[in-house]
């Protein structure tokens, strides 16, 4: 699957869909504070999110994600993890996972 989906195209999507996470943060939860850098060629398809509130608040929130079947990681004190991955992962999917976090972060 891989081979078939070759690596530049998957490096073009990986650009794609990190850079509209991205921006999707940005417009949508304007309070979290994106930590990995913005510039496309200093990064993967990894962003860490701090999270604008106590620890025990961030962390409750990344535990509900992965109730909710997000898969993401989690790093002390308020960090979420994300990496929209471009062989499986979808814009639609993006999009669903801003949704959901701007919903959680306006119901903390």
Same mark, same amino acid.
């Given at each position: #699957?891989?081979? /078939?989906?070759?690596?530049?195209? *998957?490096?073009?999507? /990986? *650009? ?9 943060? =940005? $417009?949508? +939860?304007?309070?979290?504070? $994106?930590?990995?850098? /913005?510039?496309?060629? &200093?990064? !993967? +398809? &990894? ?7 106590? /620890?025990? %608040? %961030?962390?409750? $929130?990344?535990?509900? @994600?992965? #109730?909710? !079947?997000?898969? +993401?990681?989690?790093? =002390? ?5 994300? %990496? ?8 639609? =999917?993006?999009?669903?996972?801003? =949704? $959901? @976090?701007?919903?959680? *972060?306006?119901?903390?």
């Amino acid at each position: #699957v891989f081979q /078939s989906a070759g690596l530049s195209r *998957l490096r073009t999507k /990986s *650009l794609q869909l990190t850079g509209f996470l991205h921006r999707l943060l =940005e $417009i949508h +939860c304007p309070n979290i504070k $994106i930590i990995t850098p /913005s510039d496309p060629m &200093q990064r !993967g +398809c &990894q962003l860490s999110l701090r999270l604008p509130m106590s /620890s025990v %608040a %961030a962390k409750h $929130i990344y535990d509900q @994600l992965i #109730v909710k !079947g997000i898969i +993401c990681d989690w790093r =002390e004190p308020d960090i979420i993890r994300v %990496a929209p991955t471009p062989l499986y992962n979808t814009f639609t =999917e993006v999009f669903t996972f801003v =949704e $959901i @976090l701007q919903y959680m *972060l306006k119901s903390a």
